[in-house]
DNA sequence: ATGCGCCAATTGGTCAGGCCAGTTGACCAG
DNA sequence: CTGGTCAACTGGCCTGACCAATTGGCGCAT
């Protein structure tokens, strides 16, 4: 396999550069960077090509261009790259212990100001959800309101969007191929059940049996998942990570 | 009244007028753009002001330039918004209730697979974090670190990314305004302290404890906050800029 | 001494024109 | 028909210049 002379264009490497700047910390939040022409002249390229440099890292939300002020860091982390280049993404099991941390301390908080329009929002996407067992798209789409929609209960927008982003990530490449697998009606079914244990103890104001419930939830989601994932990989270690599968196990 | 003036940069209205031509299917998926000279010439602008316009394009994903062949359409939809774009009609109160409920479950969670290594970690940040209060990047940025830390002790990577993120949000550009105002070498030395407290909590693997201080913590930041943002918007409306006041209000 | 307004240095925004290098397709020799 | 060559076209990058917004300091008036 002959490497296809990787000859990127000049402003994308200055962009690199000023990138990992920024992400080393060698540049600090909020520092003004200098000026372009200066810029220029130490990377020893032109102007324009600085310019166009620093117009991808303003699109990326890294830097904040200021006409006639300067140009100030913003953040260290690209938040979220290209998504299409996003990283290596966590495995999925980390993901889902990450989400049981994370939304049990959203059920136990949605459990205490529960009003009934909140528990009409998840009634909602149960029916939708039981209704729907043969359409994997309604079935996901069901689940993913469920989940949002506690966030929603609390009242809280961002607890909102973490949430959701969270359930999205099982839209990766890599979570979609093993999910065909181990999704399936009768998983669903389960899910269901166990959705709607959560939803009884969020309407009856049961902070601690809306934690519980929310945690059975997601331990079965990923037992459900790690049977067919054994099936799938058996022996094979998660994709070679040096991460331990065995933290997953949610000891909450 | 006056008309809007139009001051937004060229490059970006160029942007905003291919993009909708892909959008609206005008310019066809897989279809060649006209060469830069000539989109230049049709749109009365130079050279420079198309390439920066289509660096943007690129960098969303929209186009694929191609040297000495030419621009061509990749897709129609910018999947994600270019984060600078990014609604942040969350407000800096729903952010820190949000925060509230996540960390301290995190902490929570910390508390129970404290090891001496990643206690370590924490007790770096702490030291930079007091040691530098003159410097606001470096406070700033220990501060993360010792956020991101607690995820850290957990070793899950999805809480890790998901605690950094949160945090940067403080990076928005509305927020910023006024941290400048309540954050200074008083209010650090306070949250120092509370970090402190954490820390100690979650070291002697109490993890109510913990949980606790970690509630203390980001409710007293948020107190400081609230403090601030009354004195600053009490009557002046911040160089006539139509900013929306906080719209979350806390319910905690 | 203090407060206000003006001015000039600085910085990003845009333009014009030019040269180089890669791509492509037509054309021609074998 | 196959292969190679070449010229037109296209993006990549540069130089140098001018305009516009910002900002900080200087000087004037109070």
Redesign the interface.
């Known amino acids: 396999m002959f490497s296809p002379v990787e000859s990127r264009?000049l402003?994308r490497q200055v962009a690199d550069q000023i990138r990992l700047m920024i992400a080393s910390?060698e540049l600090?939040?909020?520092?003004r960077l200098p000026a372009e022409r200066d810029l220029a002249e130490q990377l020893s390229v032109s102007r324009?090509t600085v310019?166009?440099a620093l117009?991808?890292l303003?699109?990326?939300?890294l830097v904040?261009i200021r006409?006639g002020s300067g140009i100030y860091v913003?953040?260290?982390?690209?938040?979220?790259a290209?998504?299409?280049e996003r990283?290596p993404v966590?495995?999925p099991f980390?993901?889902l212990?990450?989400?049981a941390?994370?939304e049990?301390?959203?059920a136990e908080?949605a459990a205490g100001?529960a009003e009934p329009e909140g528990i009409a929002l998840l009634d909602d996407a149960l029916t939708r959800m039981s209704g729907g067992v043969n359409d994997a798209g309604a079935v996901i789409a069901a689940d993913r309101a469920f989940h949002t929609g506690i966030a929603a209960i609390?009242?809280?927008?961002?607890?909102i969007?973490?949430t959701g982003e969270?359930f999205d990530?099982r839209m990766s490449p890599y979570f979609e191929k093993l999910a065909s697998h181990f999704e399936g009606p009768m998983t669903w079914r389960s899910a269901v059940d166990e959705h709607r244990a959560i939803r009884d103890a969020i309407a009856a104001g049961d902070a601690a049996g809306a934690k519980a419930a929310m945690r059975v939830h997601l331990t079965m989601s990923q037992k459900r998942f790690s049977e067919s994932f054994g099936e799938e990989f058996s022996g094979e270690e998660e994709r070679g990570r040096s991460?331990r599968p065995a933290?997953g196990t949610i000891?909450?």
């Open positions: 264009r402003y910390g600090a939040v909020g520092q324009p310019r166009e117009i991808v303003e699109v990326e939300g904040n006409m913003v953040r260290q982390h690209a938040a979220n290209p998504a299409s990283e966590e495995g980390e993901l212990q990450a989400r941390i994370i049990c301390a959203i908080e100001c609390v009242g809280n927008a961002t607890l969007r973490v969270m990530m991460r933290k000891k909450t």
